[in-house]
């Protein structure tokens, strides 16, 4: 298989050090715990990442793949516009992979692009990532509003992309756990939040990635989660593989869940 790994993980921020200011330092486990994901796919040089981002352009019953050759982004609007990056985009995964979508009937493509600038979704995976390789050209897709199979689908057609072009790839599925942890949270308490978190740090953490579709909408909905159509569409590029699954950190001290776990290809 030529996806060589996959990684969970979240997008706060606040663990850039320009934008925290030494807040970052609240949720050390999670940044001690990113750089030991991001120096494991380091490590691995890959020559193309794909991500998937809740933050991307997102349609309800559309998959939107971002075009062109390179994009941009900064932290300008969490006060760190001097912390910039540069991407360049593998044209040929992308091609490819839309003409897979295309010939399964999956709704997904490059139309439809509302904002060419890098989101944080896809930023703070990067900051990390970009310290230990960066020689690596990108896949950014986003999340839809279309059933959890569909993400499962089109996760399937990353990996039989990558297996055509034989090109050593791995996938990160970019998104926070619930945000509904504590009442003086983002958006208040709810029971299902620190459930949903309990749960999926239990799924994600033994790699049984079957039971991602087992969750309800409204179960979803209700504990506020952020990623688990990344975590589905992952799951689907890895569909067939061996994985060695290691759980590195869950936190959750603002009231969102911020969890990282990685997934070592074996075979």
Same mark, same amino acid.
């Given at each position: 298989m030529s996806i060589a790994a996959a990684l969970m993980l979240p997008?706060?921020?606040?663990?850039?050090?320009?934008?925290?200011?030494g807040e970052e330092q609240k949720i050390h486990k999670t940044i001690d715990a990113y750089k030991k994901a991001a120096g494991m796919a380091g490590a691995l040089r890959p020559e193309t990442i794909v991500l998937i981002s809740p933050h991307q352009t997102m349609y309800a019953d559309y998959f939107h793949i971002s075009?062109?050759? !390179?994009?941009?982004?900064?932290?300008?609007?969490?006060?760190?516009?001097?912390?910039?990056?540069?991407?360049?985009?593998e044209t040929e995964f992308v091609s490819q992979l839309c003409r897979l979508a295309e010939q399964t009937g999956i709704p997904a493509g490059t139309d439809g692009e509302r904002?060419?600038?890098?989101?944080?979704? !896809?930023?703070?995976?990067?900051?990390?990532?970009?310290?230990?390789?960066?020689a690596y050209?990108?896949?950014?897709?986003? *999340?839809?509003?279309?059933?959890?199979?569909?993400?499962?689908?089109?996760?399937?057609?990353?990996?039989? !992309?990558?297996?055509?072009?034989?090109?050593? !790839?791995?996938?990160?599925?970019?998104?926070? *756990?619930s945000h509904r942890l504590k009442a003086d949270g983002p958006y208040g308490f709810q029971k299902e939040g620190p459930e949903y978190d309990r749960q999926i740090m239990e799924v994600m953490g033994s790699g049984d990635f079957a039971k991602l579709l087992e969750f309800t909408e409204s179960f979803c909905d209700r504990a506020g989660e952020c990623g688990h159509r990344s975590f589905t569409m992952m799951?689907?590029?890895?569909?067939?593989?061996?994985?060695?699954a290691q759980k590195l950190s869950y936190e959750g001290p603002f009231g969102v869940g911020y969890g990282i776990c990685t997934y070592e290809v074996t075979k």
């Open positions: 997008h706060p921020p606040l663990i850039v050090p320009e934008v925290g200011r075009p062109g050759k !390179t994009a941009k982004g900064d932290f300008g609007q969490f006060r760190a516009g001097q912390v910039r990056m540069e991407v360049a985009y904002e060419r600038r890098l989101d944080h979704g !896809t930023m703070v995976p990067l900051y990390f990532i970009s310290q230990y390789w960066n050209r990108l896949v950014r897709i986003g *999340l839809s509003g279309l059933s959890l199979p569909l993400h499962f689908r089109l996760g399937q057609l990353i990996g039989q !992309t990558a297996d055509m072009l034989d090109q050593r !790839t791995v996938v990160i599925a970019s998104g926070d *756990l799951a689907g590029a890895l569909d067939g593989a061996a994985v060695k």
